[in-house]
């Protein structure tokens, strides 16, 4: 693999710059020079393709004038490139290819202006890495009449021929499938050739654990293929894969990705809790998107009640796409927070708590007297209304209190009054007996305190 550094990428995007400006640009296939002095230079092999067992190529070319006359005895420079595909995961406006050059030499035309390299040898000549080879071959070849490079009235061809590679396959294991940072990570496996092509001795593994690294780690296969490395996982490592590349140019590497994943930390925004007048709680946050981008994860809703520091989880939800997270619990008064049991996107988190309190109250010795009471007669309906201060209750007083009836034969009750409480918290109210039924009161909550509904008491009507 060939790893560049931020000086090689500004210097590619030049590069990428004056080939789109038409500076230093190499001039097309059967190209001519300048004016006055037309050249057009052509270059073929004789098949369009090599493969494992078929390495070389006949290399021929022609040089003629633009009207067709071939140059005698023109001194031809040839050469080879193997084309890699540059790494660019940052999408830089940069050339997607780059070549490894090896010079076949200067030929001479014949008497009909041409040229022929029997037996040229396609292959990859060196020790460089193929990770990123693509199995393409260029051929060029150049013509500059006066010999003087700084004329600049070359003539230009190349042609592109493709390499058949054949497949090789890796098989491999990972020592952990979730990791931590400082944890480290091994992958061991086995590189296999097509039976009969080679040895895998040599071939490159590499290991990849951030997006934008080449590689993180590499190592070699021995002689029957095995191979094992070793890697300390960093902080923002979370791109997990291994790629492989034989020596050999006509044997094709393989990339896979790893199922290997390094959980992010979950941190809490906003957290905010809520509690009705019917003791219902409404708890929301919101997650900072480090963690939650990955996967939509599922948080639990603890409670604890007041005064105490036992915690359950009593609700669970689902992040929305922006990591907004929100559930209810008939709770009352407590505290609420959420928690995170560790996923392959998100490290287990514990939010902050948040308290809520609303004051409790109650009614007390509600009844209606006489009982039984006859048809027509008065029912006086009494009772007391309490509210809690600490561990103690207390008298309400002037507080609006609600008569509340239902007939033996319905289910619906029908608010039949309003009284206020005494400052003593007492609250009576007479009413007229017509039928058997239940009498009920209620006292509904405002911002601060709970509804609070008392015992029925049925009456016997006679």
């Known amino acids: 693999m060939h790893l560049r550094p931020a000086t090689a990428r500004t210097i590619a995007a030049a590069a990428l710059l004056l080939a789109t400006t038409g500076l230093g640009a190499l001039p097309a296939h059967a190209t001519v020079g300048p004016p006055g002095q037309p050249y057009e230079l052509n270059l073929a092999t004789d098949r369009p393709a ?33 084309v890699f595909e540059t790494w660019n995961p940052w999408g830089d406006p940069i050339d997607p290819v780059y070549t490894e050059s090896r010079a076949l030499g200067t030929v001479q ?12 040898l396609v292959d990859h000549v060196g020790d460089s890495s193929l990770a990123q080879v693509t199995h393409l071959v260029d051929f060029n070849a150049e013509y500059d009449p006066d010999g003087n490079p700084e004329t600049y009235n070359s003539v230009y061809d190349s042609i592109r021929r493709e ?23 091994t992958v061991s496996g086995t590189v296999n050739l097509p039976p009969g092509h080679g040895s895998p001795a040599g071939t490159e593994i590499f290991l990849r654990a951030y997006w934008e690294a080449q590689y993180n780690a590499r190592t070699t296969a021995d002689a029957s293929g095995r191979f094992s490395l070793s890697y300390t996982v960093r902080d923002d490592d979370g791109d997990f894969a291994v790629t492989t590349a034989p020596r050999d140019f006509y044997l094709a590497g393989v990339s ?21 007048a019917n003791g219902l709680a409404t708890v929301r946050t919101q997650l900072n998107q480090v963690c939650h981008q990955d996967e939509r994860p599922v948080l639990g809703l603890q409670f604890a009640k007041a005064g105490s520091t036992a915690w359950k989880t009593v609700a669970t939800a689902t992040s929305d796409a922006n990591g907004a997270v929100k559930a209810t619990y008939q709770g009352g008064n407590g505290s609420y927070r959420w928690v995170h049991a560790e996923s392959n996107s998100c490290l287990a988190a514990t939010s902050a708590a948040k308290a809520v309190h609303r004051t409790e109250e109650r009614i007390t010795g509600f009844k209606g007297t006489p009982q039984p009471v006859r048809k027509g007669a008065r029912l006086v309906l009494t009772g007391t209304l309490q509210y809690l201060s600490g561990s103690t209750w207390k008298h309400r007083g002037t507080e609006p209190v609600e008569i509340w009836y239902r007939t033996t034969s319905t289910s619906a009750w029908v608010r039949k009054s309003v009284v206020t409480s005494t400052t003593s918290g007492a609250f009576q109210k007479t009413v007229t007996a017509s039928a058997d039924g239940w009498w009920r009161a209620v006292q509904v909550g405002d911002a601060g305190s709970y509804t609070s509904t008392s015992a029925a008491d049925w009456i016997d009507v006679r």
């Open 109 to 120: 035309t014949d008497a009909e202006g041409r040229f022929a390299l029997p037996g040229t």
């Open 50 to 82: 090599t493969d494992f067992d078929h390495r070389t190529v006949d290399l021929t070319g022609v040089l003629t004038t633009a009207d067709g006359a071939p140059v005698v005895n023109g001194s031809v420079v040839v050469s080879e490139d193997i």
């Open 256 to 276: 896979h990705d790893l199922a290997v994943s390094h959980p992010l930390p979950m941190s809490f925004g906003s957290l905010s809790a809520t509690v009705d």
């Open 163 to 185: 390499a058949t590679a054949l497949p090789t396959t890796v098989t491999y294991k990972v020592s952990r499938t979730r990791v931590h940072t400082g944890d480290v990570l």
